[in-house]
């Protein structure tokens, strides 16, 4: 069975900092690219952050330089540190991962910033 789990989301001021974690299955993490989707009250969902198996990242143009999506191969798990948070992250965050056409989504967790 496919489990993702976040955890860390919560309220901050705008310039603080938040570090979210995910917590996958192994069937869905090995090997795979690992996401961040984030999706605010009335907007689509959105992808922030992907990160490979073997390290290489993307990001959203809009958190360049301020997150940073790492993995811990050995424990199955898919971290995103956030800083300079701004009140336009706030957001539900949602780690994601695909097998082949399949979506597979976390509960999401809330980040909230505010101004």
């Known amino acids: 069975q496919v489990q993702l789990v976040e955890s860390g989301g919560g309220l901050v001021q705008a310039g603080g900092s938040l570090a979210l974690s995910c917590a996958a299955s192994g069937s869905i993490f090995r090997g795979n690219v690992m996401n961040w989707y984030r999706q605010a009250p009335g907007k689509q969902r959105e992808l922030v952050a992907k990160?490979?198996?073997?390290?290489?990242?993307n990001y959203a143009d809009s958190v360049k330089g301020r997150f940073t999506i790492s993995r811990d191969n050995a424990k199955n798990m898919v971290y995103l540190q956030m800083n300079s948070l701004k009140p336009e992250d706030t957001a539900v965050y949602y780690c994601?991962?695909?097998?082949?056409?399949?979506?597979?989504w976390g509960q999401g967790t809330q980040v909230t910033v505010s101004s």
């Open positions: 994601n991962a695909y097998r082949g056409y399949v979506a597979y």
């Open positions: 990160i490979t198996s073997g390290g290489s990242t």
